[in-house]
């Protein structure tokens, strides 16, 4: 009997890491090759937040930008929004705190999507 136990036990902890990056509430990453999203996670005040930084040397004109939550396995849109940011310079950062409705979504299975819409189907 505890020999079985322990076997459960074991293979539990082997299923399941304790530390993980996939699916953090706290999302870095590209968007394009001048593009890059820093910090976002959802507050429990409510808030989307994070910032969009532009790594390369020269203005990035007029930018717009499609933001969606979405489960990790890409299957459901959970929240979506469309953002026109503006010019944003060189090593400029525009900081982002949109209103986003807490749900039953937990966060830890949250992944944070970035799009630049084609300039015909852009909606605001």
Known sequence: MK????LCLLAIVLLFPVSGHAGSPFGDGEIDQDLRFEGFEIKQE??????IVNTSKKVRPAVKLDVWTTNLQETRVFWRKSLSLGDIAPGGRIGIREPYQIDDQNASR???MFRLPSKDNFRN
């Open 46 to 51: 409510g808030f989307l937040t994070g910032f």
């Open 3 to 6: 020999t079985s136990i322990v």
């Open 110 to 112: 949250i992944k944070f």
